[in-house]
């Protein structure tokens, strides 16, 4: 493979999972615009790349490194959950409803049926613009998301939407949360795309509203096993907000530790498509990767990037997720700090 002598001055890094002298030949330009980060992989057209959306990007940028360099972070154990992963309206996909098992070619989730799942929307004016990014609730008042969705973002240009399945409904006091306060994964790194991970805290808890179970610290529990991606993403494989889905969608993949293309690390789950028809797309960074186990449905990993092609995603190759169980005691001190 050759590379461009015009990009030699690029930052140049290696993906975690493709090494200098392996066959696939896989090298990665990080390029850094004023707003998002696309990370490109020079070969075949082949792109690594992040899942924020364009468009609307009118926010005031926000030095997230100099409060870094400040925080204190407690040490802590998570709280007890007692009521967590169960919804009152049950999910379903093709007519079968899931009690054991971004987004294109999934299936429109039934209203209400996965209501921890919220939509990260820009704020200007007091004004709520578009959708940029999605998260998970948990412990009624703290909200899971990807880094690189807030890491560049200030907290007051935010608000998080919660019990909304169709981007077109009327909102609602109840369903309109600020963000308080902020904690990005200090060693969070867009060059390898690692500890993709950050946590909000809402101004008010989200009262009502079914809350998503943590996982335990068994990372390799779900290896092989089928797991639910939930989010308004891109249904075009294009990044666009235009491309949105209005509503909220919902795609069955399987983790994979050992597959080509699929490779799973210790802190990065990979999954593909079980029908080979459908992904995480644009606009899902941040959503949850759910794993229903015992009655309960739990957050395992959250929306990171995707393999795709001519910046479109590609429905029959893989997807990556920042894997949840290597991050409870950082999810533990990050609750614990911003109480």
């Avoid at 308080?180 to 008010?204: C, G, H, P, S, Y």
């Avoid at 989200?206 to 089928?226: H, W, Y």
């Avoid at 395992?300 to 590609?314: E, F, N, P």
Wanted: aromatic fraction near 10%; hydrophobic fraction near 40%.
């Amino acid at each position: 493979m050759s590379i461009n002598r015009s990009e030699q001055n690029a930052n140049l890094s290696y993906t975690p999972d493709f090494k200098p002298g392996n066959s696939s030949g896989l090298f990665t330009f990080i390029k850094i615009t004023a707003s998002l980060i696309s990370i490109v992989v020079i070969a075949g057209g082949i792109t690594l790349a992040i899942l924020g959306i364009r468009g609307d990007l009118n926010f005031q940028p926000y030095n997230y490194d100099q409060l870094l360099t400040t925080r204190i972070m407690k040490p802590a154990t998570l709280p007890v959950q007692t009521q967590c992963g169960v919804q009152t309206v049950k999910p379903s996909i093709n007519g079968e409803t899931l009690n054991s098992q971004r987004i294109i070619n999934g299936d429109t989730a039934i209203t209400d049926s996965w209501p921890w799942t919220v939509s990260i929307r820009n704020l200007k004016k007091s004004q709520i613009g578009s959708h940029f990014c999605g998260g998970s609730l948990v412990y009624s008042q703290y909200v899971i998301t990807a880094a690189h969705c807030v890491s560049k973002r200030n907290k007051a240009n935010m608000v998080v939407i919660i019990g909304v399945t169709q981007f077109n409904s009327p909102l609602s006091y109840s369903k309109v949360f600020f963000v308080q306060d902020m904690i990005v994964k200090a060693d969070f790194n867009l060059a390898e795309i690692t500890n993709d991970i950050a946590v909000l805290k809402l101004n008010r808890p989200a009262s009502g509203v079914e809350n998503l179970c943590l996982p335990d610290a068994n990372f390799t529990r779900i290896f092989g096993q089928k797991v639910v991606v939930t989010g308004w993403g891109s249904t075009t494989g294009f990044n666009s907000n235009k491309d949105l889905s209005n509503n909220l969608l919902q795609v069955v993949l399987s983790v994979d530790n050992e597959k080509f293309f699929c490779s799973t690390t210790t802190s990065n789950y990979c999954a593909m498509s079980v029908t080979g028809d459908s992904n995480a797309c644009y606009g899902d960074s941040g959503s949850p990767l759910m794993h229903y186990s015992k009655g309960k449905w739990y957050l395992y990993g959250l929306t990171s990037y995707v393999i795709a092609s001519a910046d479109k995603c590609l429905p029959n190759l893989p997807s990556y997720y920042t894997a949840i169980p290597f991050y409870l005691e950082w999810i533990a001190s990050a609750i614990a700090t911003m109480s």
